[in-house]
């Protein structure tokens, strides 16, 4: 469902096309001396502002569609985590070894290798601060691809691991990391796309002075001086209303 500001670009561009047909059932006596008020420069401009919103609807599909499949990418990697552990764990690996892949695991998996002590409700009570930490869960994707990484390179230096299961070899392991990679890089190449449709986008409607937004206003403007403020053909385009959304 389009978010209340993607509507309210949208009603914006339908408006602006009723102000044109309002301008146009006007015939000859709508003749503006403004080159960007003309019914051409109008019409020109509508187009223009659809393909922007157009142009933004696909960014977002795209967008979506990156950030589902980066979703699905990096669902497996905590319970594929776990298994390798368990056959770390099962070989003659040492045991600095297998707490090293058990450590990454754990950032892997958002959990702190060790639990913070905090002040009881007696000691808070008393005065006691709370206790301050930084994040330690370390969940965003370019952590997990770092921590998946060095998971990979502790155990392709470990000549113990050698799993018979397809899914934990070191070979597969690395295609995975791959997909990841270029999985999160897809999205980040969308979120700049989608960033600058909307940009575009927002230039065309409300660029100063000559975005489509300020356009009207002066189409309006033109209609007061040529009819009368009083006149039925201002009123016909008073009442057309053009918002300038905060964000999206």
């Known amino acids: 469902m389009a978010s209340t500001t993607e509507t309210g670009h949208a009603k914006n561009v339908a408006t602006f096309e009723d102000l044109i047909s309002f301008c146009t059932g006007y015939g000859a006596t709508y003749n503006p001396s403004k080159a960007?008020?003309?019914l051409p420069a109008l019409t020109t401009q509508n187009t223009g502002a659809i393909a922007a919103l157009q142009a933004v609807k696909v960014a977002k599909t795209a967008y979506d569609n990156a950030t589902n499949a980066r979703e699905?990418?990096?669902?497996?990697?905590?319970?594929?985590?776990t298994k390798i552990i368990n056959a770390l764990a099962a070989t003659e690996a040492t045991k600095q070894?297998?707490?090293d892949v058990k450590s990454t695991n754990m950032k892997i998996q958002g959990r702190r290798a060790k639990a913070v002590e905090k002040p009881d409700a007696k000691a808070l009570a008393a005065g006691a601060e709370p206790v301050k930490t930084a994040s330690t869960s370390q969940q965003s994707y370019d952590k997990l691809i770092d921590h998946f990484a060095q998971l990979i390179a502790t155990l392709t230096a470990e000549p113990?691991?050698?799993p018979n299961e397809n899914e934990l070899k070191v070979a597969t392991l690395n295609t995975m990391l791959t997909d990841l990679r270029a999985k999160n890089t897809a999205v980040i190449t969308a979120t700049t796309v989608l960033s600058n449709a909307?940009?575009?986008r927002?230039?065309?409607?409300?660029?100063?002075?000559?975005g489509m937004v300020d356009t009207a206003q002066d189409a309006k403007q033109y209609v007061k001086s040529?009819?009368?403020a009083t006149s039925p053909q201002y009123k016909?385009?008073?009442g057309l209303k053009f918002n300038r959304p905060k964000g999206d």
């Open 97 to 99: 070894t297998v707490d």
């Open 236 to 238: 016909q385009v008073s």
């Open 202 to 210: 927002d230039k065309a409607l409300y660029a100063e002075t000559t």
């Open 36 to 38: 960007a008020l003309k």
């Open 226 to 228: 040529l009819f009368g």
């Open 198 to 200: 909307r940009i575009a």
């Open 72 to 81: 699905l990418a990096f669902k497996p990697m905590k319970s594929l985590s």
């Open 160 to 162: 113990k691991y050698i």
